[in-house]
């Protein structure tokens, strides 16, 4: 097995954490979206305690 020298560039780094970066703020926001939060959040009750 022979293991080569696996070095590489700058520009082939940002390229690599950008696509990392782009494809965790994807699915973050996919996880987290706006429309399914509210859906699942109770709606306060009228009249703040409850009485």
């Known amino acids: 097995m022979n ?3 696996e ?3 700058r520009q082939e780094a940002l390229k ?3 696509r990392y970066a782009g ?3 994807l699915g973050t926001f ?3 979206s706006p429309k399914k939060a509210q859906a699942q ?3 306060p009750t009228p009249g703040g305690f409850g009485f």
């Open 16 to 18: 690599k954490i950008c």
């Open 41 to 43: 959040s109770i709606p």
């Open 30 to 32: 996919m996880i987290l």
């Open 7 to 9: 070095n590489i560039n």
């Open 23 to 25: 494809m965790t703020a």
């Open 3 to 5: 293991k080569q020298n």
